[in-house]
């Protein structure tokens, strides 16, 4: 059994930090879902500036758009959105038999509304319906302009991919804000089941006090600060306010880890796959990560279950772990507003060059 097949037998879902057309066209992700149990994928801004600006790949579709007098944001959704009914297509079969757990793809709204209620509310919901397919997640920062707007995405029945979480804390608001749009379906008598999960970054943290932490705690940050977090999902899931929504028809939110791709050189290339190996958890992780797990044969055990010593021994250090999860959101933040910026300067610059050829 290959090591990608062992993340399902835990319970774990195996989903692709990556989409391009080049991966659609040339059978690549159809075969990593039958080769390397892929589940599911994930994209955003960055992963589409890249696969835009280093391929030909969208040339032909942007010179189609533009004589149909597109351009910019709405130029740009057009390509993602064909690209991810494509995905999303590939990966019906396994919505329909997992009942929506799993199966799901997800597009992110414009991270230049991540400090704005209402435009990301109708931004979730305008790119839910053009999308038209019941398997894609709209995807929403979790920032305090965010929680509302998931809370109301969620009670208007669009699925939510909640992002840029750092922290148990972030966590919980998040997972929160989701149990009240369903709770609120559940009062106005409409059907609860509307999926989500909640996306915590993990190796940021990592990257954040490498200069800071001592050597004996190096890459045990991200670690120890998804396992508290999954102790709280756990609580959580098993607390009288998640049963009774189960009882009413909904569906639990589930963790996903991201950001999963080891950043140190010094370490193993599976380090978060294998210490995040947990049941009823999504890991999403880029494709370089998922070539490396599929090359292993064995991957050791999860997380330790004393994540507050680990943590603990952080705060020795003098890591204040709330002013870098305040910290890693603001920069993540301020990171995909600048990817979106890049990907509207590289759509504006291919439409120049393919006008003027």
Same mark, same amino acid.
């Given at each position: 059994?290959?090591?990608?097949?062992?993340?399902?037998?835990?319970?774990?879902?195996?989903?692709?930090?990556?989409? +391009?057309?080049?991966?659609?066209?040339?059978?690549?992700?159809?075969?990593? &879902?039958?080769?390397?149990?892929?589940?599911?994928?994930?994209?955003?801004?960055?992963?589409? *500036?890249?696969?835009?600006?280093?391929?030909?790949?969208?040339?032909?579709?942007?010179?189609?758009?533009?004589?149909?007098?597109?351009?910019?944001?709405?130029?740009?959704?057009?390509?993602?959105?064909? *690209?991810?009914?494509?995905?999303?297509?590939?990966?019906?079969?396994?919505?329909?038999?997992?009942?929506?757990?799993?199966?799901?793809?997800?597009?992110?709204?414009?991270?230049?509304?991540?400090?704005?209620?209402?435009?990301?509310?109708?931004?979730?919901?305008?790119?839910?319906?053009?999308?038209?397919?019941?398997?894609?997640?709209?995807?929403?920062?979790?920032?305090?302009?965010?929680?509302?707007?998931?809370?109301?995405?969620?009670?208007?029945?669009?699925?939510?991919?909640?992002?840029?979480?750092?922290?148990?804390?972030?966590?919980?608001?998040?997972?929160?804000?989701?149990?009240?749009?369903?709770?609120?379906?559940?009062?106005?008598?409409?059907?609860?089941?509307?999926?989500?999960?909640?996306?915590?970054?993990?190796?940021?943290? *990592?990257?954040?006090?490498?200069?800071?932490?001592?050597? +004996?705690?190096?890459?045990?940050?991200?670690?120890?600060?998804?396992?508290?977090?999954?102790?709280?999902?756990?609580?959580?899931?098993?607390?009288?306010?998640?049963?009774? &929504?189960?009882?009413?028809?909904?569906?639990?939110?589930?963790?996903?880890?991201?950001?999963?791709?080891?950043?140190?050189?010094?370490?193993?290339?599976?380090?978060?796959?294998?210490?995040?190996?947990?049941?009823?958890?999504?890991?999403?992780?880029?494709?370089?990560?998922?070539?490396?797990?599929?090359?292993?044969?064995?991957?050791?055990?999860?997380?330790?279950?004393?994540?507050?010593?680990?943590?603990?021994?952080?705060?020795?250090?003098?890591?204040? +772990?709330?002013?870098?999860?305040?910290?890693?959101?603001?920069?993540?933040?301020?990171?995909?507003?600048?990817?979106?910026?890049?990907?509207? *300067?590289? &759509?504006?610059?291919?439409?120049?060059?393919?006008?003027?050829?």
């Amino acid at each position: 059994m290959k090591t990608t097949q062992k993340l399902h037998e835990i319970g774990q879902s195996l989903w692709l930090d990556n989409i +391009t057309r080049g991966l659609l066209a040339s059978g690549t992700l159809e075969r990593y &879902i039958q080769e390397l149990s892929i589940t599911g994928l994930t994209s955003n801004p960055t992963i589409f *500036d890249h696969a835009i600006k280093n391929s030909h790949d969208y040339d032909d579709a942007i010179s189609q758009k533009i004589k149909e007098g597109k351009s910019g944001e709405a130029l740009f959704f057009e390509l993602a959105i064909e *690209d991810l009914r494509q995905a999303a297509d590939l990966f019906r079969p396994i919505h329909d038999r997992t009942n929506g757990v799993d199966g799901w793809v997800s597009l992110e709204v414009s991270p230049l509304l991540a400090r704005n209620t209402a435009d990301t509310l109708a931004a979730a919901k305008a790119l839910h319906a053009r999308a038209e397919r019941p398997n894609l997640f709209i995807k929403i920062p979790g920032t305090s302009e965010g929680l509302p707007a998931i809370e109301e995405a969620i009670f208007a029945g669009v699925p939510v991919n909640v992002t840029l979480l750092f922290s148990g804390k972030q966590y919980i608001a998040a997972a929160e804000a989701y149990l009240r749009g369903i709770e609120r379906r559940i009062v106005a008598g409409l059907n609860p089941d509307v999926g989500s999960v909640a996306s915590l970054f993990v190796s940021r943290w *990592d990257v954040a006090v490498a200069d800071k932490a001592p050597e +004996t705690l190096r890459d045990k940050l991200g670690i120890a600060i998804a396992g508290e977090a999954y102790e709280r999902y756990h609580a959580l899931l098993d607390s009288s306010r998640c049963q009774r &929504i189960l009882n009413a028809g909904a569906r639990s939110q589930r963790l996903l880890w991201a950001s999963t791709g080891t950043k140190d050189p010094k370490a193993s290339d599976i380090l978060y796959v294998q210490a995040l190996a947990l049941p009823f958890t999504v890991n999403t992780m880029p494709e370089a990560t998922l070539k490396a797990l599929a090359a292993h044969e064995e991957f050791g055990e999860a997380l330790p279950a004393q994540a507050d010593v680990v943590l603990a021994e952080f705060a020795k250090a003098g890591i204040d +772990t709330d002013a870098v999860a305040a910290q890693l959101l603001g920069e993540g933040v301020a990171s995909f507003a600048k990817s979106w910026k890049d990907l509207l *300067d590289c &759509i504006a610059s291919k439409s120049e060059a393919l006008k003027a050829a």
